[in-house]
């Protein structure tokens, strides 16, 4: 079978089955609660609609505001694109349909590239989704509390076409993930472990820690917070403030998704199914 042929069955495997849309339909209500909450209130705070003394700090530049509204899409949503990719390929393990995937592809490269494949497209759609909550949503609440919402700048749109990289690389380290661990409540465990607990602990530890920010700088979740170019937790302090070049942040990124798909490629997913 064709790498095209195969990427389509792949991408079939995953518009049959309800958790695509689900995880869609969370991540949607997740970012745009979040984003219109956040947007109105920092909004209604600067434009002074919520006096200053009113809360335990300053308010924020209205400039400053909608690349961090808009970057909510990467700092809260992206463990979505990460679950859809491990569950991509864990799924094969757990229902045993991967014999068959092999039979029908006994080329075990152009399995996982049609995975790859598939996992780009699914990386985008799930980008559309947080974008439309995130930009959409949160444009819509920072335009009703009076701040220039800057969607006609390009740097705004220039940010928003990295958020879908991000995206997109966060969807193939899922995948990597997937491959290299084939028990699915493993691999969910400990990407939700990984995400929501050990990660943000030590950013925010090297915030307190002189020399840390030198190796949490490198963690994926930092990696993409720099790709981006604005997150939340770097604006309000939940995290070292030294970051790496947008471009340097897309590659360790893609560095990890690079080499989880080829340790995965070369352990796991080599091995014979039952």
Known sequence: MSLANASRSELTKQFTTAMWWILAAVLLAYVGVTAGGLAATFG????????AEATNGSAMPSDVIPPLIYSLATSVGYVFPLLIGTLLVTNEFRHK?????????????????AKVTAGVVMGLLYAVVALVAAVGV???????????????HAETWAMIARMAAAFVLWTLIGIGIGTLVRNQVAAVVGVLAFTQFVE?????????VDGVSGVTTYLPGAASDALVGASIYTSL??????ALPWWAGGLVLLGY?????????LTS???DVA
């Open 269 to 271: 997913w080599r091995r």
């Open 257 to 265: 998704a690079a080499a989880l798909l080829l340790i995965g490629y």
């Open 97 to 113: 349909t991967l014999t068959p995937t092999f039979l029908a592809v006994p080329r075990r490269g152009i399995a996982l590239g």
């Open 44 to 51: 209604a705070l600067s434009t002074g609609a919520i006096p």
């Open 237 to 242: 302090g939940g995290a070292s403030a030294s």
């Open 200 to 208: 943000p602990i030590a950013r925010t530890v090297a915030t307190l």
């Open 138 to 152: 949160g444009a819509l609440a920072l335009a009703l509390v009076g701040v220039d919402t800057r969607l006609g």
